[in-house]
Nanobody
Framework: QVQLVESGGGLVQAGGSLRLSCACS????????MGWFRRAPGKERELVAA????????YYVDSVKGRFTISRDNDKNTVYLQMNSLKPEDTAVYYC?????????????????WGQGTQVTVST
C-alpha cells in the first residue's frame, strides 16, 4: 500500500521560504507523475505544482509561477516543493499525491488515500 508522508511546513513571514518534502513508500515511485496540492481554510484542495516521472518536466498553476519549484529524487522516492516569496494566501495544508498527465489546475490526486499533509502558515 502506498504511503505518502509530507514534512517541512511551518510558520513563516511573508516573503520567506520553506522547502516541503514528500516521502513515498509502498509503490513504484519512479514511474508516477507527482503533484503538490494544498487546501486552504474553507476551500477545496487544489493542485499547485506537478512533475513528470520521465523527464522531470514541471507544471505550475499561475498563482505560484516564479515562486515555487517542484523537484524529485527517484532514488530517494521523494518529491520536493521549494517555496519562495511566500504570501499570506499561500497559507494552507500541503499534500502530495500522484497526478495523471496531462496536468491542469483541475487535476486531482489519484491515490485513494492522502497523507496527513504539512501545515504552511504565512504571516503578514
Amino acid at each position: 500500500q502506498v504511503q505518502l508522508v509530507e514534512s517541512g511546513g511551518g510558520l513563516v513571514q511573508a516573503g520567506g521560504s520553506l522547502r516541503l518534502s514528500c516521502a513515498c513508500s509502498g509503490g513504484t515511485f519512479s514511474v508516477y507523475h507527482m503533484g503538490w496540492f494544498r487546501r486552504a481554510p474553507g476551500k477545496e484542495r487544489e493542485l499547485v505544482a506537478a512533475i513528470t516521472w520521465t523527464d522531470g518536466k514541471p507544471y505550475y498553476v499561475d498563482s505560484v509561477k516564479g515562486r515555487f519549484t517542484i523537484s524529485r529524487d527517484n532514488d530517494k522516492n521523494t518529491v520536493y516543493l521549494q517555496m519562495n516569496s511566500l504570501k499570506p494566501e499561500d497559507t494552507a495544508v500541503y499534500y502530495c499525491n500522484e497526478v495523471l498527465w496531462p496536468f491542469s489546475e483541475n487535476s486531482k490526486g489519484t491515490y485513494g488515500s492522502w497523507g496527513q499533509g504539512t501545515q504552511v502558515t504565512v504571516s503578514t
